[in-house]
C-alpha cells in the first residue's frame, strides 16, 4: 500500500469522529521504483493532507521530509523526496490503526482489508 492511499483512508466505524488518519503500524515495507513525474507531484502537493503523510512516511522508516510541506513547488530535491515518500515506500505487511477506538485494519501483501464486522456498522 503507498502513502498516497493511505493519504485518502478513514476508519468508517460507526460512531467515530476522529476518522482520519490512520495510524500505520509497519512490519515488512518494500521499495517499488516509479517513474519520476514532477507535474504529477506537483498537482498531487496541493490534494495530500501533510502531515499525515510525514507521519506515515515516518513509520515506515523514512524521515527525509520536512515537517511543513515547502512552498517551493520547484524545488526538485524536495520533489524528490516528496515522490519517494508517496509513491514508492510500499506498506507490504502491517496495520492501520484508527485512533480512536485503536481497531487495526490488516494490510497484507500491500493490501489493506478495511472491512468492518458486524457491531461495527
Not at 515547502?70 to 520533489?79: K, Q, T, Y
Request: charged share 30%.
Amino acid at each position: 500500500m503507498r502513502l498516497i492511499v493511505h493519504n485518502m483512508l478513514t476508519c468508517n466505524i460507526k460512531g467515530v469522529v476522529n476518522k482520519f488518519p490512520l495510524r500505520i503500524e509497519a512490519e515488512k515495507v518494500i521499495k517499488k521504483d516509479v517513474d519520476f513525474n514532477p507535474d504529477f507531484l506537483r498537482h498531487m502537493l496541493a490534494k495530500i493532507e501533510w502531515k499525515a503523510l510525514v507521519d506515515g512516511a515516518r513509520s515506515m522508516g523514512y524521515t527525509e521530509l520536512p515537517d511543513h510541506a515547502p512552498a517551493l513547488e520547484s524545488d526538485e530535491p524536495f520533489l524528490k523526496k516528496f515522490h519517494h515518500a508517496l509513491l514508492e515506500l510500499n506498506l507490504e505487511e502491517g496495520s492501520l490503526v484508527c485512533q480512536e477506538t485503536g481497531r487495526k485494519f490488516p494490510v497484507e501483501k500491500g493490501v489493506p482489508n478495511m472491512l468492518l464486522h458486524e457491531d461495527e456498522v
